[in-house]
């Protein structure tokens, strides 16, 4: 059974930083992209970053390039995303996701509030 659950958010002044982790278990999670969504009120679920089964390449939407960084833990089934300059357009519910034998999963997602 694949499960993903997702930790870190929080609530955060403008200019700083957080770090979310998934935790992923149930399926062969070093041979999975693995996917950050967010989700920000009023727009639709957005693709934040994406991460090679290996680690080595990652992409990730033009809204948070130079400040987000995606990374993983194969060993451990682990996938982060390091955020910093945080901006209030940060503001969401961010998920973990993967797609494994042409089904989605996404985890229960983790909330992050960018207020003064």
């Known amino acids: 059974q694949v499960q993903l659950v997702e930790s870190g958010g929080d609530l955060v002044q403008p200019g700083g930083s957080l770090r979310l982790s998934c935790a992923a278990s149930g399926f062969y999670f070093s041979y999975h992209i693995m996917r950050w969504y967010r989700q920000t009120p009023g727009k639709e679920r957005e693709l934040v970053a994406s991460?090679?089964?290996?680690?080595?390449?990652?992409h990730y939407a033009d809204s948070v390039k130079g400040r987000f960084t995606a990374s993983r833990d194969n060993a451990k089934g682990m996938v982060f995303l390091e955020m910093n300059d945080l901006k209030p357009d940060d503001t969401g519910v961010y998920y973990c996701?993967?797609?494994?034998?042409?089904?989605?999963?996404w985890g229960q997602g983790t909330q992050v509030t960018v207020s003064s």
């Open positions: 996701f993967v797609n494994s034998f042409d089904r989605d999963y």
């Open positions: 991460l090679t089964p290996d680690g080595g390449r990652a």
